[in-house]
């Protein structure tokens, strides 16, 4: 057996043994963990992100209302 092998086989059950909130935090180190190895840039408490929404989105809620209409037209022949 491998040491990482033999080292991962002791910390599962002391893994099943922590609390909800531990598990959660040891999740959260490994997803951190996981994207600093990849360069991946994952989202930070202090920085604001933009995010989109449906309200004032006319130009997207007129194309979404031709493309049913013409489906209904589709379907009706």
Request: aromatic letters at 10%; a negative charge; hydrophobic letters at 45%.
């Amino acid at each position: 057996m491998r040491a990482d092998t033999a080292l991962v086989t002791e910390l599962l059950p002391k893994v099943q043994v922590l609390s909800r909130a531990d598990k959660l935090r040891l999740m959260q180190f490994l997803v951190f963990e996981l994207a600093r190895e990849e360069g991946v840039a994952l989202l930070r408490p202090d920085q604001d992100y933009p995010i989109w929404t449906p309200y004032d989105a006319f130009e997207a809620a007129e194309t979404l209302l031709n493309a049913l209409e013409r489906e209904q037209v589709t379907y009706a022949n």
